[in-house]
Structure formats: structure tokens, C-alpha cells
């Protein structure tokens, strides 16, 4: 029971309102120390702990960065720069995205995200390039493009990453094929991955298109209606 230390230490230390950092790194080491690791394993456990999970505090950083440049405009500012661009569609910002993405992806570069791209950048374009087309949008083509724009960052980098060869995508593919009996090489995995890929855009550039089209139609249905009217 003494190996649970770690877990007092925590509940009182948050009842106290005491620091949060101070409190976890002294349960932490009392559990060590009471687990019979020496200090030096201890710092050294807690070292890898968090090399392994600084990405995490990375995206944790670019929350508050991306809610200011929100508040100053971020959003609109993207949404007036399409609709300067008059040959420019909902479906065209977010199949470029699925491309640029998918590109990163495949060579291991730590571009996009939901929160980092698709919310303040992708989504708002995509707004924009279709009310520069049509005019006001309805609520069903906003919510659509919500949608597609979500989309296009889960396929470029679902799909995308496998392309990289040292990817955990790729490596985890090794292991379970290596644990069943079945010798693969990563490259042999990355190569496989490549048709996959051209795919899964070439798939993306169909349903973007299909999605002007749909506001397009929804658009001219919408005109005739107010005429009518």
C-alpha cells in the first residue's frame, strides 16, 4: 500500500490548492523512491516522460496563440482574401488543403491540424470563396463545408503519413504483420502506401467537386424561389 504514496500525495496537494507541478514531481518521486529506484532513475524516468510527451505541451501552446489571432481577425481576414479571388471555390480551397496536407504528411512535416488550420484558416476560405460565388450561403452549405473541411485534414493525414517510411503508422504495420509470422520491410510498407494515397485524394478532389456542385444547384434553387417570391 506504501507504493500508493504518489496518489495521497496528490489528493491532498490539490485539496490544499498547493502547486500543481511541485505536487505531481514530489508524488512522483516519493513513488520512485518508495518503488526502490535510486534518485538518478527517478530524474531519469521523469526525463523520458516528458521528451515523450513535449508535443503535447507544444500543442497545448498554440491553443491560446490561435484564440488570440482569432479575436484580432484571423478569420476574416482569410474569408476577405478569397473572396478577392473570383475564380475560387469552397471546394477548390479545401482540395488544395487535402493536398498540401498530404504532401506534409507523406514527408513526415508537422503541418495541420483542426485546430491549428482547418477552424481558422481552411474553413473560413471555404466560406468565403463560396459566398464570393453565390451570395449568401444557407445554413446546410455552411454546415457541409464544416464538414469537408474537417475531412480534408483527416485524409491527408491519415492517408499521407504511411508514405514515410519511419512513420508510426508504418512501424506499427511492421509489428503486427512481424508478431503474425509475416516479414515486411517499412519501405515495402511506404511503397504500398503511395497508390493508397493517390487514392484517397483523387477520391477527395471527386467529393469537393460534388460539393460545389450541390451548392451551386442549392444556390440557383434559392434564386429562383426569391424571384418567385
Do not use: C, W
Amino acid at each position: 500500500m506504501i507504493k500508493l504514496i504518489g496518489v495521497l500525495i496528490i489528493v491532498i496537494g490539490f485539496a490544499l490548492k498547493l502547486d500543481t507541478i511541485t505536487v505531481v514531481l514530489i508524488a512522483g518521486i516519493a513513488t520512485g523512491l518508495v518503488g526502490g529506484l535510486s534518485f538518478p532513475e527517478i530524474l531519469s524516468v521523469l526525463g523520458e516522460a516528458f521528451i515523450t510527451n513535449r508535443y503535447m505541451s507544444l500543442f497545448l501552446i498554440t491553443l491560446p496563440v490561435i484564440g488570440i489571432l482569432e479575436r484580432y481577425g484571423l478569420r476574416e481576414r482569410a474569408s476577405d482574401l478569397i473572396k478577392s479571388m473570383k475564380t475560387v471555390s469552397a471546394g477548390k480551397v479545401i482540395t488544395t488543403y487535402t493536398f498540401i496536407r498530404e504532401i506534409a504528411a507523406a514527408l513526415s512535416l508537422r503541418l495541420g491540424g483542426h485546430v491549428q488550420f482547418i477552424r481558422p484558416l481552411v474553413l473560413p476560405m471555404a466560406q468565403g470563396a463560396a459566398e464570393s460565388n453565390h451570395g449568401e450561403i444557407s445554413e446546410e452549405d455552411l454546415e457541409e463545408i464544416k464538414g469537408y473541411s474537417a475531412a480534408a485534414e483527416n485524409i491527408g493525414n491519415f492517408f499521407g503519413q504511411n508514405v514515410f517510411i519511419a512513420s508510426g503508422g508504418v512501424l506499427l504495420i511492421v509489428g503486427t504483420l512481424k508478431e503474425l509470422g509475416v516479414e515486411v520491410e517499412p519501405l515495402g510498407v511506404a511503397k504500398a502506401s503511395i497508390p493508397i494515397a493517390i487514392i484517397a485524394f483523387v477520391y477527395s478532389v471527386v467529393q469537393n467537386h460534388m460539393l460545389d456542385k450541390r451548392i451551386q444547384k442549392r444556390a440557383l434553387t434559392n434564386k429562383k424561389v426569391d424571384k418567385g417570391a
